[in-house]
């Protein structure tokens, strides 16, 4: 059942706060609503990870890049203290060992749905970010690995832009590993 929930692409594996709650399948308002938001969260979550300064400033104003960093900086500064204080008022699910996929995910651990279960996966993919990726999905299997419980969760409705932001976070995650390995092994 593996291929069919993770399929033959890259898989973030890590341990993020999850969250499940059942529920019926949204209705097509809904849903769309899920979308739109999973969508905004991904593009903000994307903007935290990548510096993007603009090649013909590098060589026309080294001071200017040099602000537009220490910017960014403290700005970084600010999201890490805001999303603190919003932890503190609602806290985070407990951290889950999870495999990350564009189209579902495995999670570990006997808190996890069980086979048949529809609902609302709720995975907090960036701490600088208190608000979770709301993702339908539905239990489809179950596995077991190193004597622990592996749920099988495929995504339902997700729309192709959505599909598409989480294949880039999963990228980015390989490229770090990718860049930890090099640094690692140099």
């Known amino acids: 059942m593996v291929d069919t929930v993770l399929g033959d692409g890259l898989v973030y594996e890590d341990s993020m706060p ?25 593009g903000a979550e994307a903007s935290l990870e990548e510096a993007r300064v603009h090649e013909g ?3 026309e104003s080294p001071a200017l890049v040099h602000e537009l960093q220490r910017l960014e900086f403290k700005l970084n500064i600010l999201l890490r ?11 985070l699910p407990p951290r889950q060992a999870v495999r990350l996929a564009a189209r579902g995910l495995e ?3 006997v808190s996890s749905p069980k086979v ?10 960036n701490p600088a970010l208190p608000q979770p990726l709301r993702l339908t999905c539905t239990c489809v ?3 077991v ?7 099988q969760l495929r995504f339902e409705g997700l729309s192709e832009a959505v599909v598409d932001g989480l294949e880039r976070v999963i990228f980015r995650h390989h490229r770090r590993l990718i860049a930890g390995a090099k640094i690692a092994t140099n």
């Open 57 to 59: 400033l590098k060589d």
């Open 107 to 109: 999670w570990v651990g």
């Open 116 to 125: 048949g279960e529809s609902g609302l996966a709720l995975l907090y993919i």
């Open 18 to 42: 999850l969250g499940w709650s059942v529920a019926p399948p949204p209705a097509s308002a809904e849903l769309a609503r899920l979308n739109a938001d999973n969508l905004q969260l991904l």
């Open 145 to 151: 690995h190193d004597g622990q419980r592996v749920a």
């Open 81 to 91: 203290l805001t999303a603190d204080l919003a932890v503190q008022h609602s806290p």
């Open 141 to 143: 299997g179950e596995r």
